[in-house]
Structure formats: structure tokens, C-alpha cells
């Protein structure tokens, strides 16, 4: 597995650990799958840039996201509560919305904000459309996906057309910059504070970590952020 | 050119007919996208005044009065802010380095800073609109009727009309920035 | 001269398709194989079209707004799917091509991002805020068959259904009535039931618009419809005041509307019965009125005559405070100017016990100057929800009879109240009480009853006596954070409603963009609860498209043409002329106007208005008034950042008189203590109110986290209002609170 391969697989993994869970991702978690699946991401490419970085402590964290053998009432209710988290986190809560998915209320403190018109230009000059049932432009799933997207297209430029691969790197780059650097961190933080579940305090920490490597790599010679990011997480400790 | 031909866009704003809803100022909010701490326009309450129970009160909307000397224009470093011929003033947004030099000078407080955008910000007599052939936003949405816009260097025009039927006033005339902004109490 | 591109200063343009050289549009996509995406769940590659799609193209759609109840016509401009601005139809009567504040801010009511945007079941303790998203099915289903389970039990009845004045409501009303409930909980008992029935008890109906355009002089009582905004109305009232016409304004407040008016007069809350008393008795005295208007129009002048007598204005000064030469002048006046003279119907007039005989002696004041249907005076408006244009409708069967009594004491206890109007605070103590009956479940659209009805700790208290509490709303506000089961609905920019009729138009409230969430429509979301209940027959129409088609019928127009124009004038209808009552026949018993009602002695009521004795506040203490700002639409609009960036709170406003013997300076704050509960505010202090009131606004005080912009900010009214009850309308009595105020200690 390559270097490229690798982080397309993570932003895979990310954008449907913060879709809406089903029984799928739950049975996923709940065997075992889902950390079969990081690790032999990471094992793969312990050489690449994507799987190098992560704390180990946070490594220990994936391979241990699912608990040993559970029964079926703790699979039913992990279900549930797996819905009722992403529910209280991510869409509608009482007492309130911790941490709303969405760019546009980071900065703005609405939806569909600038943030979010900038996103969809993004997307449709590069001849993408948001689905009728998807979610919003400046969504964290959108956003990963359009990101996964970009390294899609610069797997499939080095193949072809290798002159592409600067713009589509140029590309990322700026999207990071102008996006994913503006939010994702404080909605990381947010989820890490603020979720009852393990599973998703593990997720927010991976997107924390590989979104500094991805920005740090993307941003070679720039100070370099994931200094920050460490200090984030020694703060919070 | 002669002065004759140039146009001169101006408001007449009468008081009278201010309600104070701020409708003017929410729809530029959405018009200018302008940030929700901020506005371009405002609408002053003067009072209650007096002892009950024989009060007064009245309501004074307003916005960046596009004077004929601009004293923000003046103490721009980088030219950014300009007056057009027909007497808009604007900032270039891509020449203003933020330095706030001009929100000190403007005697009406009408610039705003654009911490987002990290360029000062402010009325544009909503001039994409006019070019448009357009009002302005505020005129667009008030329901009494309190503003009017147009060129008072044509004799035809409503706020010409407003003006010469009715004593005006400037604000803060003193300043001698020759405001465009047109009071009838 | 600088270059016109240095001019273009259009906000949006920055946000155009752009840069990226190099790399044209779709070819990155062109390099992906489709396959690879098929995990994608919000993002698609794109149709050839759709990507060389140019965007930053503004539409234009006609809509109707929805942030108050007077239904203004809009037109959304909409840019690459986002609604960038919302400006007035000016083929709508109502706007007329103007926008108030609340209309202007319908952006950030759809863009606000404490939305309720799934469906959710409630998994904690009832009021613990636990809740997950549910699927529409499992949502629907379980409302359903609570529902089905409390009319297996216990019937029908024991189902309280409650809505505000929307344009769905039809079909509400439709599922109520087919489900096979009387108890119907509208916001009207809590707002303009006695408007509605003094008026309609006077002339036969209460659908009554003054004639801005040719009048001369308006008595306001309470209305300030520069704060309660009325669009078309507002505008009607300021050209009125520049074209010369006088304006008495009575409230105890120097309201907006009182700063624009000839006179403002500070009456004390409930002597406006005693000042209209007062103004009708010297038009009789003095013989101001329309002799000839009332031989021929009207009945029981001679009653009035009789009783009016003693209410001389040097006595109404000691009840009103206002004095006497003042009373005698706005009588001469406004006879002096009639008919082109108005008393203005209001909506609450200064809502105490007495409020239905206030009603009657405005409506009796107009009668007297022989106004109705003359120029510059009262009309009758022939409008409200049907209007005078018939839509088409779907068939379906009669309703079942409805067997039991209704919890609000219609009839038995408020024999003259309409079953439409209601009672509805009462229906809430109905339920807290189990009497007559015990209800068991409540669904509530759109509507926040334990922010609007008064004493809200009662209401929280009935909240705990019932099975089911399901909610339909946009934000999860205080009533949804107690509730099962919580629907969410699209906002009126996303969603279609029935039709909506303004004079000779019919009007269209489209969607002008897809719906942003998991929402859906009203129409929808009481087909698919009504088909869940069995009531298929009822709700026979399979979309809102065809909802709207079959409304559509007996018009010349298709919806497709619809959605474009926005309204369909109908040309060929009855002509509106001015003329006398004679030519119109009234809908009163005796078919004609009033002014004894004899309806109202067969009941026990006065026929004609007297005096009747209110306690005030007594030493030291206040009446608790509220109203509303331009803003604000009750307790539904706080949440929107463009509206409460300017009106973030509601402060108290007291006058400086009484802030400074209890020590209280501006922007202290306060505790307002009533005998049922207290509150803290800051006290604003100023002129502009009498000594002996305090007023705030109301619809401030949210309790619901989930609302962050508003969550906190200022208090809520209805915590001290005690419920009190007009015996005759069923108006909520909500000046006859008294209040004691005093400082928070430090």
C-alpha cells in the first residue's frame, strides 16, 4: 500500500466514522473490524508520512477501539447509543449542540456561510456536486471527502498525466489552509471534550493528528504544526 | 465634462417617517454580507425626551454620508479608499491594508473593520445595485418611505424634489466634509 | 477615473467561480473512475451539465414569508442554491414590495444553526434532553399509536391538539377533526378572543380594516403598530399621519407609535373601559352621533342612552387618569372628523377582565359617529383565511360527531365563545386537573406553550399528567425539550403550504430551496401521521404539489405557471362598493348593528357596556404589562442572530419615579415578584411609562440550551403572569398581574 493509497483509505475511514451510524458501523466497531482495518492501514505504510507520526498512545487507542465480546443487549444498545451520541454531538441536543459539523458556524456562527459557498465553487469547479441527500458543503464528511477526492485524482494523475499532480497537491494545500485548518481542530477538541463515547473521542483524535501531518506535509518548510497539535493535546491532559 | 451632466447620489432621509424597525439595517446585513457583529447603516432614538407625561421621541437612520471632501479618504496610506465621480466612496479592498486610519477620521463613525477579511468596511450606497438600475437595499425594504435616494444634481429627481420642497439639514455640517445625506425634521 | 472593475463592490462577487489554471473544470473529476467514489455519501461526480453550469446566476423566486402571521409576499433571490436575500412582492397587498425587519432576517432563520434537523425520539427521563435521531417511519409510528392507544382507552377526546395561525393549519384542523378531538388549543384566547367577539357581537363580524387612505382621525388602544409591525398596515398609518390625519394612542407605555401620534394619553390599565364609556357619553350628550346612521342601522341606542349616563368623562378621569377636558376633546374631535374617523379594533386593548365590554364600546363608539363602510372609517374586509375567492378542494368523507365535551369550558362555561377561538389556558388547566376529564396526550405544531400561556410552572405541572407530548416545530425550543417525540418541520423557505388568499390574489408559498435536513412539509407530515391513524380518506392527495393542484382547480391558473408568477389575480368577482350596512346584511342576530346585544343578556351578560371595578396594584406595587418590539414575532425569532444582535434582551421599564425610592438605577438588575413566582431583569429606567407599571417584552427568557444564540437572555414574562380569565371572551387577563420590584441584592 502507498503512501497516497494510505491516506486515501484514512479520509475514507474518517468521512464514515462522522457520517450518521448505522448498525453497519456499529457492528464494525463492535467486532473489531473497524481497528483491523486502521491498523493494517498504519502497518502497511509505518513508512509512510500518514501512519509514522500518530502518538503511540493513540495507535494503542485504535487497536483497542472495540471492547472483547460483546454481548447481544450491549450490541443492541451499542446501536442506540451510538445514535443518541452522534444525535448530541452532531445534529440536534438539550441542553445544546456541542459541536456543530459544519465550517460555516465556526466562523460564522451560521449555516451556510461564506465558508460554505466557497466549498461548493471548490467543488463543482472540480466537477463534483453535493448529493441531493447529502449534507452540506462545508459538512466535516463533505469536506473529507473532497480531500479523499483530490488524492483520488492525484493517484490517477501519476498514472496519467503527471503535470496535474503540483495543481492537485496546490490544491489540497489550499484547501487546508483556507478550511480544514480554520475548523477541524476546534471541532476535534470539541468532540474529545465533549463525547460520552470512546469511539468517537478516538476518531476526533485521529483526524486531529493525521489533519496536522496531512497539513505539515502538504506545507513543507512552514513552521510546523504539529507541534501545536501536541501541545493541544498536553494542554487538554 | 460639464458639472451640469455629473450626477451627484445623494439620501433625503425624513425623520417623520422613521419607525425605528431596523429593517433597513437587516436587509443590509444580507445584501453586503456584512458580518452579524457589524452594520453599514443605523437608526439613532432620540428620547424620550421631556417629563412625563408630555415626552418626545424620534429616530434617525443613517449610514457612511459619501461627503463631497471625504476626511477618510485624506488620511489613506494606500489610496485605498476613493471617491467616484458621482460622489460614491469606496474602499478598494485589495488596497486597504487595515490600518483604521480612516475609521478615526470618518466624523460619523461609519466604517466598520472586517476582522475576517482584515480590511475596513463600510456603505457602498449599495452601488452594485444602481449599476444594476436598482435602489438601494435600505430604500428597497423601508416601509414608511423614510429614505430616498437619487441625483441631486438632477432638478427632476425625487430627493431634488424633497429638497426643495423642505428645510434640510446636514449632520455635523461643522466638520465640513459636505455630507450627502439630507435631513427633513 | 478608476476602472469599473475597482467599482464592482458587489458583496457575492468574490465568490464566483474562479482560479485554478491549469486545470479546467472537470477534468480532475474526468481522471477519478466513477467506481471510486460509490462510498461517497455527500459528494458525487457531477453531471457534464451541472459542472459547466455557470454559476453565481441569481433566481428569483416568489414565496410568502412566514416570520409573523401577516403573510407578505416575497421574492428569495437565490445564488447556487443559498437564499442571499429576501425582498418584498410588490404585487402582494400586504407588502407592497416592503420588508420589515423580520422579513428581511427570514435567512437566518432558515440558516440558523440550532435548526431541529432530524427527527428524534426522546431515550431519557421526560425533560432530561436525552434524545436520539429517529427515522421518519419509527418517529411517525410511535406518535401513532399512542395515539391510537389513548383513543382505544380513553377516546378521542383525551387527545389536546394545539396550533398557531398558519396556513397549515386547515389540514391540522383537518387531522384533528378526523382523528375525532375536540380540544383544540389555539394562541387566539391568549391574544384577540375578545376583539374578535366584541366586535363580531356589535356588527357580525370582526374581519374590520380601517380606511387609512381617507381618514382623518384614529383612536389607537393598545395596538402600536410600530412595534407590533403589521406590515401594510404600518405603512397605512405613517402616510395617514403625513397626510394629516390625527392619532390618539392610549397606552400606558410611551410607545413608538405613541412618539408619531397627535396625543398620546396615558391611561391606567383597564380605566380604557371607563374612557370610552366616557367619549360615548358625550356623543350622546352632546349629540355628536349620526342621528339618521342609527335610526336606520343600529338597535338598543335608546339602552345605551340609559346606561351611559353617569359615565361623564369628569368621572372617567378618576378611573382612566386621563383628565376630563382631554376626553371631552377626543370626543368632539373624532365626531367632528366622522365619518372619516376610526377607533381602531386593536388585538388586546389592555387586556383585563373587563376587556370583551372594552371591545363592545370602541365597537359601539364607531357605530355612534355612523362610520361603518364609509370612506376614511371602518370597513368590513371580507378577507380572513377563505377570503372571497373559492379554492377547490380534495373529497373526503364527513368527520365522526364529536361526543364529549370540550376541557376549555366551551360552551357550558363560555357559552358565547367560538368553538374556533377557545379558551385555551383554560384547556391547560383542564388537563393539570383531570376535569372533566383527564386528557392523555398533547401534539403541538409549531406553537410554544410553556413560554406563551401563562403560569408556566402550571404548565410544566400539566406536562406531567399525559402519555404523549409530540412536537412539530423548526427549533427545539422549550416545549420540544420536555416532549416524546419531536417532528421536524422544513421552514417556510424550504416547504410548500396551502394556498394563501390576499383580497383578489391568491398566493403561492413555494420551496425556494430543497429542504436543508431531514425535514419535511406540514402537508406531509399530517398525511403520513394521518395515514398511520387510518384517516387515508382524509388526506387523499399523494404530494403537496397535488395538495395544491386540487386547491388550484377552480382557478385559471396551473401550479407549474404558479411557481413562476407567485399569485393569481382573480378579475371577475364581486365589486367592492362603499355604501350603508342597509345594502349589506349583518351577521347579528338582528341584522343590524348592536349596540344593545340582546344575544348577551340572554346569557347573563350586560347588553349594553357598564363599569365594572377592577383591583389595581395597590401600594407599592405595579401592573406587569409585556408587548413587542419591530423585532420580535413572540417567542419564535430570538434565536435569529440578525434579529437579537438588536434586541439581545428585554429590560424592565420603569419609571424613574418609582426606580429611585427602591434605590434601582438603569441597567440594574431586578427582581419582578408576582404571587405566583418571581424573575430577574435589568431595569431600564425611563419617562416613558406610567409610575405605577412596569412593562417588558414578551417571548425573552428561552430555557432551552439548544437555542444559543438567545439560551438565557433576558426573562420570561410568563413565569409571573398568573392566569386570569375574561368570564365573557375567554381572553387571558394578562394586565391584572401585580407585580412588587426590587433590587437584586449584590
Known sequence: MSDLDARIAIYEILSSAFSRPGRDLAMEILYGRLARRINGILKECCESSAGCCLPTDLLDQLRSLSPPAPEERERLEFVVDLDEEYTRLFINAFPTLRVPPYESYYREKRMMGRAAMECLFLYRSDGLTVRDEGELPDHIVSQLEYLGFLCLAESAAQAGSPDAVPVLRRKQREFYEKHIMTWVPDFCFRVQSHSKIHFYRVMARLMKNFTAIENRNLNPGKLDPFQEVMHDEIAQA | ?185 | MKSLKRDNQNPWQGLSRRRFLGVSAGSIAAGVAVSRLAGFRSLAIAAKETADEVSGYLHEIPTVCEMCVWRCGLKAKVRDGVVVKLEGNPDHPNSRGKLCPKGNAGIMALYDPDRLKSPMMRVGERGSGRFRKASWDEALDYIASAMEKIKASYGPQAMVMSSTHNLAQLQFENLMQAYGTPNYGTQRSLCFNAMVMGFTMTYGTSDVVGDYANTRYIIYNGRNLLDGIANSETQDLIAAIHSGAKVVVLDPRFTKTAAKASAWLPVRPGGDLAFFLAVNNVIIREELYDKEFIDKNTVGFEELVRETAPYTPEWAEKKSDIPAAQIYKVARDFAAAAPRAFAHPNWRTSNTLNSFQIERSIAILNALVGNWNQPGGLHPAGGGDGGGIELGSIPQPPYPRVASLRLDGVPLKYPLVPLKLGVFQEMRDAILWGKPYQAKGWLIFRQNPLMSLSDRARTLEAFKKLDLIAVIDILPNDTAYYADVILPESTYLERYDPLSVAGNKVFLRQPVIPPMYDTKSALEIFKLLGERLGLHEFFNYKDEEAYLNAQLKPLNITLEEMKKTGFYEVTSGPEEKPGHPSEVALQTASGKIEIASETLSQVGYDAVPKWKEIAGPGDGKFYLLTGKVAQMTQSSTQNNQWLSKHVPENLLWIHPSAAGVRGIQDGDLVYVESKIGRIAIKAKVTEGIRPDCVWTIFGYGHRSKGLRTTYAKGALSSEIHESLTDPVSGSQALSQTMVSVYKVPA
Not at chain 2, 424620550?48 to 476626511?71: I, K
Not at chain 2, 423601508?142 to 428645510?167: H, Q, W, Y
Open chain 2, 1 to 185: 465634462m460639464s458639472t451640469k451632466n455629473k450626477k451627484r447620489y445623494a439620501f433625503v432621509i425624513e425623520i417623520s417617517k422613521c419607525i425605528d424597525c431596523k429593517a433597513c439595517m437587516v436587509g443590509c446585513m444580507a445584501e453586503n454580507n456584512v458580518p452579524v457583529a457589524h452594520s453599514r447603516n443605523w437608526v439613532h432614538q432620540k428620547g424620550p425626551n421631556g417629563v412625563y407625561p408630555d415626552l418626545g421621541m424620534s429616530f434617525e437612520p443613517g449610514n457612511c454620508m459619501h461627503c463631497d471632501n471625504p476626511p477618510c479618504e485624506r488620511v489613506c496610506p494606500t489610496r485605498a479608499t476613493y471617491k467616484r465621480e458621482d460622489g460614491i466612496v469606496l474602499v478598494d479592498k485589495d488596497r486597504c491594508i487595515g490600518c483604521k486610519y480612516c475609521m478615526m477620521a470618518c466624523p460619523y463613525n461609519a466604517r466598520y473593520f472586517d476582522e475576517e477579511k482584515g480590511v475596513v468596511d463600510k456603505c457602498t450606497f449599495c452601488v452594485h445595485r444602481i449599476e444594476a438600475g436598482l435602489d438601494t437595499s435600505c430604500v428597497h425594504t423601508c416601509m414608511t418611505g423614510a429614505r430616498t435616494f437619487g441625483d441631486i444634481n438632477d432638478p427632476n429627481s425625487d430627493v431634488s424634489k424633497l429638497l426643495a420642497m423642505n428645510e434640510h439639514h446636514v449632520k455635523l455640517s461643522s466638520a465640513g466634509s459636505g455630507p450627502a445625506i439630507f435631513y427633513i425634521y
